[in-house]
């Protein structure tokens, strides 16, 4: 009596788990089905999802394309540029600190942050949560009359004395940057490639030829020709081997 009383609970608890996870993998193909189904309606090439009950992770998936001329698929590790997007994620975290009693959304900025300017010292953070602070968001050197590479506003930003900046060895110009000094710090970064993209179809005048063989001593006119009519990733990696392209 008592081996059929286990047996019988055994049983119970067999059948109320796979339930569970039959529940659980219905649901999960209820979730890919809504993403996808959104994904086409708002013309989204690729996302990453995660979605997270009671501190644990219980489903993370990639949907789509992270790169569409390669192919290349999303995974849960794809990088995704936000933007904005952090905005919001800050605010929800500086409120979890205000409803644990530990910020003020009235205290002063300066409590916070250490040396801060004069003008600022009546801003609150009610004020940078809700952009009214008044403070001037592009940075020192920045010039809307103008166009100005980034490079360029790093620069401005050095030679006002905030901080150090970091960028491409071919940005630092010597005669004109020689009141910078200039350290070598690829050894703290990883090799990025820079590619040159144009719509396949498109009429290259000759300027655009000469500014990618320009850029790219290897890559002429006729193998510029050749990467516009391959049709797949591969062809056009094919037609890159055996090419030793610039490093600046």
Do not use: C
């Not at 590479?149 to 150090?164: E, H, M």
């Not at 630092?172 to 710090?185: F, K, T, V």
């Not at 006729?222 to 037609?239: H, K, P, S």
């Amino acid at each position: 009596m008592k081996h059929k009383l286990l047996f019988s609970v055994f049983l119970s608890l067999f059948f109320f788990q796979l339930s569970f996870v039959l529940d659980v993998s219905a649901q999960s193909k209820k979730v890919d089905a809504y993403i996808k189904s959104e994904m086409r309606r708002q013309n989204i090439p690729g996302l990453s999802l995660a979605v997270v009950k009671e501190g644990k992770v219980i489903k993370a998936k990639g949907y789509g394309l992270a790169n569409v001329e390669t192919n290349v698929p999303v995974t849960t590790e794809t990088v995704f540029k936000i933007g904005s997007v952090s905005k919001p994620i800050i605010a929800e975290g500086i409120m979890l600190l205000v409803e644990e009693g530990k910020i003020s959304l009235d205290d002063k900025i300066n409590k916070y942050l250490e040396g801060t300017p004069e003008s600022w010292k009546d801003n609150t953070v009610r004020h940078f949560l809700t952009h009214s602070s008044g403070i001037i968001r592009e940075a020192p050197g920045f010039d809307p009359t103008k166009i100005q590479s980034d490079a360029d506003v790093i620069k401005t930003y050095v030679r006002l004395g905030l901080g150090v900046g970091i960028i491409a060895r071919m940005a630092y110009e010597p005669r004109i940057d020689g009141d910078l000094r200039m350290l070598d710090a690829s050894h703290l970064f990883e090799h990025s490639t820079t590619k040159i993209g144009f719509r396949r179809g498109a009429f290259m005048r000759s300027y655009m030829y000469d500014f990618i063989e320009l850029f790219s001593p290897p890559m002429n006119r006729d193998i510029v020709d050749a990467v516009a009519e391959a049709r797949t990733g591969e062809q056009r990696e094919a037609l890159f081997e055996g090419l030793e392209l610039p490093m600046y």
